[in-house]
């Protein structure tokens, strides 16, 4: 298949012809952010050729409790969370701070925002975040909800959302799926074996993404990212918003009318010394209230 094709195939994966909006809530412990209403104001996922930052902030090796030193012999999923505080000070960093101080056995290795990321274990090392104890891949174990897989603990990468109160969930999940695509390369893993906390313990993790309907979504994220990474490497790609006032360059909505409103867009994609553009419309709805 000719580049340019794959380029098209890719942008129109992208594409949608309305950009929809709706309240949700954002799902926590703690008393008083058990349930935060808040709003997606919608958007397309526009190619992010920018990396996530990270920062490396390690367990250190004597927190035995949450950092067991055991070294990961292969690694077969990467397990998606949500962190459950919606409490405003529970970003990546607040709850990197939180992972660091806490006296319950838990752990992972990546607390993910919709700014940056902080990373708490090394790769090679196994983490309590799955629920499923020392089971293996490719057992399966039974707790009281049922039976589930095996393996998320000693053969998964954790990875926690962030959920704050205040947070860009859009481009959280943008984030989260950029790390999942890159760490899914690194260890030669298909989109397949992406899994919730869900599917190795039964616990409703990650509630908010599951509770908004926003798995499928979450995973074409992932699609997209694994795609532009693996068939379109060496493809430049410019996002350029004809409609700046309602729709940025990263394919955020900034702004909505009383109407249905229709703006575009434009992707210049650049392979060796050609360079095509292609040019899209699409529809952003008029902002919508409903009761969830």
């Not at 098209?8 to 058990?34: A, M, Q, T, V």
């Not at 616990?203 to 997209?224: G, H, Q, S, Y």
Request: proline share 3%; with cysteine.
């Amino acid at each position: 298949m000719d580049i340019f094709e794959k380029v098209e195939i890719f942008l129109n994966k992208i594409h949608k012809d309305e950009i929809i909006n709706y309240p949700f809530y954002l799902y926590g412990f703690e008393d008083e952010y058990k349930k935060v209403k808040t709003y997606n104001n919608g958007y397309l996922p526009f190619y992010i050729s920018k990396d996530l930052k990270i920062t490396q902030n390690f367990l250190p090796k004597e927190n035995t409790l949450n950092r067991p030193g055991l070294i990961r012999k292969n690694t077969k999923y990467v397990v998606i969370h949500d962190a459950g505080l919606a409490s405003p000070l529970m970003t990546a960093k607040g709850l990197d701070h939180y992972l660091h101080t806490t006296t319950r056995q838990a752990s992972w290795h990546y607390s993910v925002d919709d700014k940056e990321a902080y990373q708490e274990l090394p790769l090679d090392e196994v983490a309590w975040h799955a629920g499923d104890g020392r089971t293996s891949y490719p057992e399966l174990w039974l707790n009281e909800k049922g039976f589930h897989l095996g393996g998320g603990n000693y053969t998964g990468i954790g990875i926690e959302t962030c959920v704050y109160k205040g947070v860009n969930l859009n481009q959280a999940m943008r984030n989260v799926a950029k790390l999942t695509a890159w760490l899914l390369i690194k260890y030669s893993l298909s989109v397949n074996d992406v899994k919730q906390h869900n599917d190795f313990s039964g616990k409703n993790c990650p509630e908010t993404i599951r509770t908004a309907n926003r798995w499928d979504e979450f995973m074409e994220l992932v699609n997209l990212e694994y795609y532009k990474n693996t068939k379109l490497a060496d493809v430049e790609l410019e996002f350029i918003s004809l409609d700046p006032e309602y729709l940025d360059n990263e394919g955020n909505v900034l702004k909505h009318s009383l109407r249905d409103k229709i703006v575009s867009y434009e992707v210049k994609a650049s392979y060796q010394d050609k360079t095509k553009t292609y040019k899209y419309q699409t529809k952003i709805k008029k902002l919508l209230e409903v009761e969830v």
